[in-house]
């Protein structure tokens, strides 16, 4: 335990909590998660669960309806054709099944490569006994991972590597350059490969989503994890799900049987209601308003400067002059304004940047950057 930290982020709820309980207006853009309503059909479908007796353990895999319906999802949305017998797995959202892909990839003594930054991956490759091994993404290049130094970072240890697009916390959607870099890298040197897709369906303007799955030569190695949490605002939910090839799915299910057993059993009906329908829409509408306000914003802020993001529901700018460091101007601000973001090293190296999480209302990411200004404008 003593190679496992504490989130970051939990620092600055705990902070949050105690100045709203002095009765504190915090603005809230550091909390990962829509603010949105779960959409009512997807709440009617969990109420008739319970209603039609679906209260009990399910499968290791999950409900076969849902299986099926993530398999006919996967073939339409990304050309990938998991088995909905033995090649997908319905977990208590994304977070186990990272957790248990890691869990069950990772042997003791290998090297993982995440991304720098990333979410946060690192503590379980760590609880499986491996070394966490970053490798950048460029600001200059919109946060696309620098393939030279990917290279330069894979060796005879180099067991597993970890793809997260759209990404957090930067909002950037790897190219298909990159992506293809990335697949060759991964085929030559024989690694398996982890895509963390949760974002997919929150993307803005021409940027197109592509899983790795899909490219030639990469499905046989490759999980790829997805879930309803972020684009269907069911956070409290907990489904999560990954597609595998047979041999891979085996071992990780072997690992799910001794975690949760099964993802909710009512959570799973709403899942599949939600996944039947394109009630994301309304949802990605918003947040892309939220994105355009947040980038117009952040240009006004002497010093503020961030590549555009082109999916999920972050932004991850420089701090305003004349600050130098993240943490420092998050805490300052946070206790100065009340307006709270994360410091940039709590998702990897990089301590001069923020993460902005545009998961708030238009006219509360007004306020946040009016306080911003004044704030700098005090400095
Ligand atoms: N992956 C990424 C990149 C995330 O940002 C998150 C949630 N913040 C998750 C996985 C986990 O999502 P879930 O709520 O489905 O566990």
């Known amino acids: 335990m003593t190679e496992i930290p504490y989130s970051g982020i939990r620092e600055i709820f705990s902070e949050c909590n105690r100045l709203e309980r002095n009765g504190e207006d915090i603005v809230h853009l550091e909390?990962?998660?829509?603010?949105?309503?779960?959409?009512?059909?997807?709440?009617?479908?969990?109420?008739?669960?319970?209603?039609e007796g679906h209260v009990h353990y399910t499968s290791n895999y999950g409900i076969q309806p849902l299986r099926d319906r993530i398999s006919a999802k996967f073939e339409t949305d990304s050309g990938i054709?998991?088995?909905?017998?033995?090649?997908?797995?319905?977990?208590?959202?994304?977070?186990?099944?990272?957790f248990v892909s890691i869990m069950s990839m990772v042997d003791p003594g290998t090297e993982v490569l995440i991304p720098d930054p990333c979410w946060t991956y690192a503590p379980t490759v760590r609880a499986a006994g491996g070394t966490p091994v970053r490798y950048p993404l460029d600001p200059e290049?919109?946060?696309?991972?620098?393939?030279?130094?990917l290279d330069s970072l894979i060796n005879d240890d180099t067991s597993l590597l970890i793809l997260n697009s759209p990404h957090n916390p930067t909002g950037s959607v790897i190219d298909d350059d990159h992506l293809r870099a990335?697949?060759?890298?991964?085929?030559e040197n024989d690694l398996i490969a982890v895509s963390d897709e949760i974002y997919e369906k929150i993307i803005y303007g021409g940027a197109k989503h592509r899983s790795l799955a899909s490219l030639d030569g990469m499905y046989e190695r490759t999980i790829t994890i997805n879930g309803?949490?972020?684009?269907?605002?069911?956070?409290?939910w907990r489904v999560g799900y990954l597609g595998a090839p047979k041999a891979l799915a085996d071992e990780i299910l072997r690992m799910r049987q001794y975690t949760t057993t099964c993802a909710p059993s009512i959570s799973q009906y709403?899942?599949?209601?939600?996944?039947?329908?394109?009630?994301?829409?309304?949802?990605?509408?918003?947040?892309?308003?939220?994105?355009?306000?947040?980038?117009?914003?952040i240009e006004d802020v002497p010093g503020m400067t961030a590549p555009t993001p082109e999916g999920a529901i972050y932004v991850y700018?420089?701090?305003?002059?004349?600050?130098?460091?993240?943490?420092?101007?998050?805490?300052?601000?946070?206790h100065d304004t009340g307006v709270a973001l994360v410091p940039g090293d709590v998702f990897g190296s990089n301590s001069s940047r923020v993460r902005i999480a545009y998961s708030n209302s238009l006219d509360r990411i007004n306020t946040a950057f009016d306080r911003i200004e004044a704030w700098v404008e005090n400095q």
């Open 31 to 51: 909390i990962g998660r829509p603010d949105f309503d779960t959409p009512s059909p997807i709440k009617q479908a969990a109420k008739s669960a319970i209603d």
């Open 81 to 98: 054709s998991y088995d909905p017998e033995d090649e997908i797995i319905v977990t208590a959202g994304a977070s186990e099944a990272v």
């Open 141 to 149: 290049s919109g946060f696309q991972p620098n393939i030279e130094v």
């Open 182 to 187: 990335v697949r060759d890298l991964v085929v």
């Open 228 to 236: 309803v949490s972020k684009a269907y605002s069911m956070t409290g």
């Open 270 to 297: 709403a899942a599949l209601r939600a996944l039947e329908g394109d009630l994301f829409e309304p949802l990605v509408e918003a947040f892309a308003d939220r994105r355009a306000l947040v980038c117009e914003r």
């Open 317 to 334: 700018p420089t701090v305003p002059e004349p600050s130098t460091d993240g943490r420092e101007f998050v805490w300052s601000l946070l």
